[in-house]
């Protein structure tokens, strides 16, 4: 579980890095309501991130923020799954939906250079 861990805390570094690149470009508001209907759309068909919007102390992470330790919890409705193998699954599509909706907003290049900024993870995650 700690592998699962280190991803996830991993994950929400590179997010925060890309709120902050982008915020520039498309403003506060529209960054945060990307970040969290990616979540909202990838929490569909991963259930591991079921909640994970909402901090332990019932806060409402309005970012698009991943909560690790209610993700962490998430993992026992999970018994026996491997959860590296479930985190790398969830992370990869919601950093896919992610960089759609980069490009779709703010075009290819964009695109390319949060590409080049998450290369790291994408190599973590496959």
């Given at each position: 579980?700690?592998?699962?861990?280190?991803?996830?805390?991993?994950?929400?570094?590179?997010?925060?890095?890309?709120?902050?690149?982008?915020?520039?470009?498309?403003?506060?508001?529209?960054?945060?309501?990307?970040?969290?209907?990616?979540?909202?759309?990838a929490?569909?068909?991963?259930?591991v991130?079921?909640?994970?919007?909402?901090?332990m102390?019932?806060?409402?992470?309005?970012?698009?923020?991943?909560?690790?330790?209610?993700?962490?919890?998430?993992?026992?409705?999970?018994?026996?799954?491997?959860?590296?193998?479930?985190?790398?699954?969830?992370?990869?599509?919601?950093?896919?939906?992610?960089?759609?909706?980069?490009?779709?907003?703010?075009?290819?290049?964009?695109?390319?250079?949060?590409?080049?900024?998450?290369?790291?993870?994408?190599?973590?995650?496959?």
């Amino acid at each position: 579980m700690l592998i699962a861990e280190n991803l996830a805390r991993q994950f929400e570094a590179f997010r925060a890095h890309m709120e902050q690149v982008l915020t520039p470009f498309i403003g506060e508001k529209v960054a945060r309501k990307m970040f969290s209907w990616s979540l909202d759309r990838a929490s569909k068909t991963h259930p591991v991130l079921k909640n994970v919007h909402w901090s332990m102390a019932g806060d409402l992470l309005d970012n698009g923020a991943i909560d690790v330790e209610r993700l962490l919890r998430n993992f026992e409705h999970f018994p026996g799954v491997d959860t590296v193998a479930l985190v790398k699954a969830a992370f990869s599509e919601l950093l896919a939906v992610r960089l759609g909706a980069i490009e779709q907003g703010l075009g290819s290049s964009m695109r390319s250079a949060m590409e080049k900024d998450v290369l790291r993870l994408e190599e973590i995650l496959k």
